[in-house]
C-alpha cells in the first residue's frame, strides 16, 4: 500500500513519491498541476523537531543562492524547489575526492554570499549547538575517551571566543546535502546556525560516511583543508581545529545516542584531523 500525505490545496499536488524516510521526517517528490516537479519535506513529531524547523527559516533567508529555494511552509510541511538527484559523491566516484571538494567549495562560498537582509532570529547559537560537547566534557573523570572530549570542548570554547562577525550558515552540509540539477549545485536540507564560517565546512571532512579510510587519510585532509581555505579565504589551521572540534561534538551526539560505533568513528577521524593540524 503506497503511503498517503494530506498536502495543503494550494500546492496545486497532482502525483507524489516517497522518495526518501529519516527518523526526522518524510521527503515527497511532487507533481504539481502546471507540471512542474517539487519536494515536500513532511516533518514527524519529534524532540528535537525545531533543528528542522530553523532549516525552514535558513532557506527563506537565502532566497535561493546556493540552496534550494523555500516554495512555501504550512505546519510541519514545506515545499521546496526540486534541487536535482545527483549528488556530490557521484563527483567523487567519477572524477576524484578533490573535484569533489572543489564543488563543495563553491557551494559553500554561494551560501557565505552576503544578503542585503538581517540574519532570521529564530537560527541557533553556534555556541548553543555545541552543547553536547560541552556536557560530555564536563562528566569526564579521566578514563576511556575523557581525554580528546576535554581537549575538544577547550578548543571549541576558544574558536568560539574568538568569532567575529558570525553569519548563517548551513549547519550539516556534506556530500549527501549537495545536489545538481537545473540551477547547477545547491545545498538542500540545511540546519540553521548563526556562527563561524569554519563550522560549515567542518562536516565535509568526515563524509562520505561509508569511506571511513578516506575520511581517516592524512594526504585527503591536507588536502582538503587547503582547497577549502584557498577557495574561502579561511585560514586553514582554524578550518582544522573547527574540524577536530565538530568531530568531537558530532561522536557525543552519538554517545548520548549510545551509538557505540559511530561514536568511535568520529572520533578515529578528528584524531587524524589534529594529527593533520599540528603541521600546520
Given at each position: 500500500?503506497?503511503?498517503?500525505?494530506?498536502?495543503?490545496?494550494?500546492?496545486?499536488?497532482?502525483?507524489?513519491?516517497?522518495?526518501?524516510?529519516?527518523?526526522?521526517?518524510?521527503?515527497?517528490?511532487?507533481?504539481?498541476?502546471?507540471?512542474?516537479?517539487?519536494?515536500?519535506?513532511?516533518?514527524?513529531?519529534?524532540?528535537?523537531?525545531?533543528?528542522?524547523?530553523?532549516?525552514?527559516?535558513?532557506?527563506?533567508?537565502?532566497?535561493?543562492?546556493?540552496?534550494?529555494?523555500?516554495?512555501?511552509?504550512?505546519?510541519?510541511?514545506?515545499?521546496?524547489?526540486?534541487?536535482?538527484?545527483?549528488?556530490?559523491?557521484?563527483?567523487?566516484?567519477?572524477d576524484g575526492d578533490d573535484a569533489a571538494t572543489e564543488i563543495g567549495a563553491g557551494v559553500?562560498?554561494?551560501?557565505?554570499?552576503?544578503?542585503?537582509?538581517?540574519?532570521?532570529?529564530?537560527?541557533?547559537?553556534?555556541?548553543?549547538?555545541?552543547?553536547?560537547?560541552?556536557?560530555?566534557?564536563?562528566?569526564?573523570?579521566?578514563?576511556?575517551?575523557?581525554?580528546?572530549?576535554?581537549?575538544a570542548a577547550a578548543m571549541a570554547d576558544l574558536l568560539l571566543q574568538s568569532t567575529r562577525s558570525p553569519l548563517p550558515l548551513h549547519g550539516d552540509l556534506h556530500h549527501?546535502?549537495?545536489?545538481?540539477?537545473?540551477?547547477?549545485?545547491?545545498?538542500?536540507?540545511?540546519?540553521?546556525?548563526?556562527?563561524?564560517?569554519?563550522?560549515?565546512?567542518?562536516?565535509?571532512?568526515?563524509?562520505?560516511?561509508?569511506?571511513?579510510?578516506?575520511?581517516?587519510?592524512?594526504?585527503?585532509?591536507?588536502?582538503?583543508?587547503?582547497?577549502?581555505?584557498?577557495?574561502?579565504?579561511?585560514?586553514?589551521?582554524?578550518?582544522?581545529?573547527?574540524?577536530?572540534?565538530?568531530?568531537?561534538?558530532?561522536?557525543?551526539?552519538?554517545?548520548?545516542?549510545?551509538?557505540?560505533?559511530?561514536?568511535?568513528?568520529?572520533?578515529?577521524?578528528?584524531?587524524?584531523?589534529?594529527?593533520?593540524?599540528?603541521?600546520?
Amino acid at each position: 500500500m503506497k503511503e498517503q500525505h494530506a498536502f495543503p490545496r494550494r500546492w496545486n499536488i497532482c502525483g507524489a513519491e516517497l522518495i526518501a524516510e529519516t527518523f526526522s521526517s518524510r521527503i515527497w517528490k511532487v507533481l504539481r498541476d502546471d507540471d512542474s516537479v517539487a519536494v515536500v519535506k513532511a516533518l514527524k513529531p519529534f524532540d528535537d523537531v525545531e533543528d528542522e524547523l530553523r532549516g525552514a527559516h535558513f532557506l527563506k533567508w537565502r532566497e535561493g543562492d546556493g540552496a534550494v529555494r523555500l516554495l512555501d511552509f504550512e505546519g510541519s510541511d514545506m515545499l521546496l524547489e526540486y534541487g536535482g538527484d545527483r549528488l556530490l559523491t557521484s563527483v567523487l566516484d567519477a572524477d576524484g575526492d578533490d573535484a569533489a571538494t572543489e564543488i563543495g567549495a563553491g557551494v559553500l562560498s554561494r551560501l557565505h554570499h552576503p544578503a542585503q537582509r538581517p540574519a532570521p532570529p529564530q537560527l541557533q547559537p553556534l555556541r548553543e549547538r555545541f552543547d553536547a560537547l560541552f556536557s560530555r566534557a564536563g562528566k569526564a573523570n579521566g578514563s576511556g575517551n575523557d581525554d580528546i572530549y576535554r581537549q575538544a570542548a577547550a578548543m571549541a570554547d576558544l574558536l568560539l571566543q574568538s568569532t567575529r562577525s558570525p553569519l548563517p550558515l548551513h549547519g550539516d552540509l556534506h556530500h549527501d546535502n549537495i545536489v545538481f540539477g537545473p540551477r547547477g549545485w545547491l545545498a538542500i536540507d540545511p540546519k540553521g546556525v548563526l556562527g563561524d564560517r569554519c563550522f560549515d565546512a567542518a562536516n565535509l571532512f568526515y563524509n562520505p560516511l561509508d569511506r571511513d579510510a578516506l575520511c581517516a587519510d592524512p594526504q585527503r585532509i591536507t588536502r582538503m583543508a587547503k582547497i577549502l581555505s584557498r577557495a574561502l579565504n579561511l585560514d586553514p589551521s582554524r578550518l582544522l581545529d573547527f574540524a577536530f572540534a565538530y568531530g568531537c561534538l558530532s561522536a557525543a551526539w552519538h554517545g548520548e545516542d549510545g551509538n557505540e560505533k559511530d561514536e568511535a568513528r568520529e572520533l578515529a577521524i578528528a584524531s587524524a584531523i589534529r594529527s593533520v593540524r599540528s603541521g600546520f
